[in-house]
DNA sequence: CACACTTAGCTAAACGATTAGCTGCGCGGC
DNA sequence: GCCGCGCAGCTAATCGTTTAGCTAAGTGTG
């Protein structure tokens, strides 16, 4: 690879000049811009972003931390997130927790090594500490991204969980259900929690009380859902309707559903938060909230920008989205 | 941000040392090995990842171009991806070109000023010169993923194109389907034409010829395949059956399907090519021929490593992963 | 004509690590 | 007692940029 200093001895000048001419940064004349032009193309020079970022103290890297990359949800954050960094003229590190701690530990510190000026985290677990002792020294810009954590430092994109149980909650309800379970996650979690506590405040709302047995929680995916609702479908007062709290969990019930013989909405209505996308050719189409992603994202880049270049003195903002239900047809009046 | 100087100065060492005990390349007496640990340890000091490039002359990142990063196959791709370059001590920078020749040029660009060591590429178009020009000088290791181009100076890891499209049909044709037609991908990809010469192949084998207008092809996308779908099935001549190319234009197909108010597999048989995963609780679970996503992802990033290792005096290798079929419920027996 | 002022383009010092090569100490052998 | 060797740890060059500060030539003015 052809460095600076090639370029400088083609054209015969200095490195100075080279580097005003790639930069702009200061006035070179017309004729040693053509030469130093010249040799650029000759040696097909690129400056090393390597370099670059070590002088220049900033590395136009930004780093995301999804917390399962294989949920689709998180797919296409990353995909939202990809297009709109390259907007902002910066490249994207994506990197998975999985959901473990330990790992999102490793993680951040590679982020840090790495000099990426700043993170979007979807956190793992509920401990904001680790965030904050991993970046301690100079602070790392973050955005926390879907779930939060006890931590009012840094800048949150979220969306209603509240509202999202709730609503969902509330479509069942009007259909004349009142036995409704639901599927949720982990309860340490924001998005875990905060639907179910939707769920259970629509159900309160209309005086109804949800069965024990009938109120599960698991892991944020298809096979703990899978699990979870058979498990949940198999008890002999099973409820009418069900809540379940993202779109690959919502999946897994559909699954339990079937491999049990049950059909949806005849046998049980399904209602969930978050969706699968282009899976509307399909039976049943799912009813569920759901909530604009790429809006999210670029929200949350566009923070994570903000903060990069004005620094921690910025009061942190927390942004909340709204989430719509969409209706499908995987749930039938309840005619009693 | 603590640098080696800061560190050697608390340790009362010189950076040389520090080095040595953080790199382990060196032996450092005890006494001050336990000095500089302690340093270390106080000033939270992480060796800065860009100025170890910029002098080891490797980045410790890698990179990967999808074609299209909203499609679930290339999502699987990348968190498979993800996943294994931590293995092997790397950092994965993802991008996606969006099937965007321009979009691809800028991409491999960047990727050669950030020092990538090398790339996974699922190259848009098929002209290789682009490739090949862009990485001139210091060759980049690059792996072709999925598709190739005219290019026998890379590696590359694909599926055997034409035998999932000729499975596939020969599923459709057991079951008594004589009137195939099919949608499947641009033709100027290898993954597009290879599925579909596939499945003429199966055809003429017993002695059928499809009707020119059931032989539709568009772009890898669901949208896409919702149009081209819902024009062909609107024809007074339907197919009875068809092989689609890929997961989301299959559900871009049942889409169309569903909205044309047809059954499947009453009213018409799909079978496809590629997967979304998940979705084996909804109607109908469609038959298609699957690809191991993960074994392929592995194979690739271990080919990258190892030109990355070996250099480019290794020959090229091409590796084939053979398709396998998996059947649902979306296609029925023709009886007649 | 001398002086100050501008400015194009240069030199060289960073950025934060790694590493070749040097220094000086301690020890063993004759 | 001296020489030579081994080796722990240091100094300084280097990677490829950017940029502060300098030089020298040009310009305009009194």
């Known amino acids: 690879m052809a460095t600076i200093k090639d370029v400088a001895q083609t054209a015969g000048v200095s490195t100075a000049t080279v580097s005003a001419v790639v930069n702009d940064s200061a ?5 040693l811009r053509a030469r130093v032009l010249a040799a650029i193309k000759e040696l097909r020079y690129a400056p090393s972003l390597l370099a670059r970022s070590l002088r220049r103290g900033h590395s136009q890297l930004l780093a995301i931390v999804v917390s399962d990359l294989s949920n689709p949800f998180f797919a296409r954050v990353v995909c939202a997130a990809e297009a709109t960094v390259a907007d902002w003229g ?7 927790s999985d ?7 490793r993680i951040l510190n590679r982020i840090r090594m790495l ?3 700043g993170t979007v985290l979807v956190p793992v677990g509920n401990s904001n500490q680790r965030i904050h002792r991993e ?8 955005v926390l991204f879907g779930r939060t954590v006890d931590d009012d430092k840094s800048d949150t994109v979220v969306i209603d969980n509240l509202s999202a149980g709730r609503h969902a909650t509330n479509y069942l309800l009007d259909l004349g259900h009142k036995r409704i379970g639901s599927i949720t996650g982990p309860l340490q979690l924001t998005t875990g929690r905060g639907r179910l506590d939707g769920m259970l405040a629509a159900m309160q709302a209309r005086g109804l009380t949800p069965e024990p047995q009938h109120i599960r929680s698991g892991e944020f995916r298809e ?3 899978y699990s979870v609702a058979r498990n949940l479908l198999e008890q002999p007062d099973r409820p009418s309707a069900l809540y379940v709290a993202n779109g690959v969990m919502a999946l897994g019930t559909m699954r ?7 059909k949806c909405p005849d046998d049980i209505s399904i209602a969930s938060t978050d969706t699968i996308p ?3 050719g399909l039976h049943p189409r799912i009813t569920r909230t759901e909530h604009p992603v790429v809006d999210m994202v670029d929200e949350a880049i566009r923070l994570l920008v903000d903060r990069i270049d004005r620094g921690p003195e910025v009061e942190p903002r927390n942004v909340v989205f709204q989430p719509a239900l969409v209706v499908g047809d995987s749930c039938a009046p309840l005619d009693r």
């Open 90 to 96: 910066y490249s994207l590190v994506v990197f998975n």
């Open 135 to 142: 970046f301690e020294g100079r602070p790392m810009p973050t």
């Open 223 to 225: 096979d703990a859902a």
């Open 27 to 31: 006035y070179v004349s017309p004729e």
């Open 278 to 280: 282009g899976i509307g």
């Open 99 to 105: 959901e473990k701690p330990e790992a999102e530990k």
């Open 256 to 262: 339990a559903i079937a491999d049990l013989g049950l």
């Open 115 to 117: 000099s990426c000026e």
